[in-house]
């Protein structure tokens, strides 16, 4: 089979990783399949913020978690509540993906970096997760600064990376009553 073909169907969401941190080779190389995601009018409005730093990654898990208290979703905050509960689930490195306001489809074109990201870590037999409540953290403005995001971008995802402590469970059913042909 193709190897990208093979790296979709196998890709799944890793929450469980071990503790040693990736090569900086093997980051370089998923960070470069990012900056080669399409964009809207070739935009590429995306900005990457690598932390490796276990203090700041606890901090920003502790801070996204107190922001998710705070939110009339019910789920969202009965998660915010779990002390077990860590949004990166033990990743020794995570990404945060902000978008520049100004772009024509930053959100779209941040998205795309992403799948890129964890294809990439999969081709690699890395563990990836895309981390929606990342952003709960960046609620505070002072967060966004104290990482060196730039000020005209918004915070839209994190990725969480590490080496799997186990192997990918089997893929889920796909509906594969989605399509309709005109020939």
Same mark, same amino acid.
């Given at each position: 089979?193709?190897?990208?073909?093979?790296?979709?169907?196998?890709?799944?969401?890793? /929450?469980?990783?071990?503790?040693?941190?990736?090569?900086?080779?093997?980051?370089?190389?998923?960070?470069?399949?990012?900056?080669?995601?399409?964009?809207?009018?070739?935009?590429?409005?995306?900005?990457?913020?690598?932390?490796?730093?276990?203090?700041?990654?606890?901090?920003?898990?502790?801070?996204?978690?107190?922001?998710?208290?705070?939110?009339?979703?019910?789920?969202?905050?009965?998660?915010?509540?779990?002390?077990?509960?860590?949004? !990166?689930?033990? %990743?020794?490195?995570?990404?945060?993906?902000? +978008?520049?306001?100004?772009?024509?489809?930053?959100?779209?074109?941040?998205?795309?970096?992403?799948?890129?990201?964890?294809?990439?870590?999969?081709?690699?037999?890395?563990?990836?997760?895309?981390?929606?409540? %990342?952003? !709960?953290? !960046?609620?505070?403005?002072?967060?966004?600064?104290?990482?060196?995001?730039?000020?005209?971008?918004?915070?839209?995802?994190?990725?969480?990376? +590490?080496?799997?402590? /186990?192997?990918?469970?089997? %893929?889920?059913?796909?509906?594969?009553?989605?399509?309709?042909? !005109?020939?």
């Amino acid at each position: 089979m193709n190897q990208t073909i093979e790296s979709i169907e196998h890709r799944r969401s890793v /929450r469980n990783y071990s503790p040693e941190q990736i090569k900086d080779e093997e980051l370089e190389n998923i960070l470069e399949t990012a900056i080669y995601a399409p964009t809207g009018h070739n935009d590429q409005p995306w900005h990457f913020t690598i932390i490796q730093n276990q203090d700041l990654i606890k901090e920003i898990n502790e801070g996204a978690k107190e922001a998710m208290k705070q939110m009339k979703v019910e789920w969202i905050s009965k998660l915010g509540s779990s002390k077990d509960f860590n949004i !990166f689930h033990g %990743a020794p490195t995570i990404l945060i993906v902000s +978008g520049r306001k100004d772009a024509t489809s930053p959100l779209v074109d941040c998205a795309a970096a992403v799948q890129n990201i964890l294809l990439a870590a999969e081709s690699m037999d890395i563990g990836s997760c895309w981390i929606g409540f %990342a952003r !709960f953290y !960046f609620i505070n403005p002072d967060n966004k600064e104290k990482l060196k995001i730039p000020d005209e971008n918004e915070v839209h995802f994190g990725v969480s990376l +590490g080496y799997k402590i /186990r192997e990918n469970p089997k %893929a889920p059913e796909r509906n594969q009553n989605v399509y309709t042909y !005109f020939k």
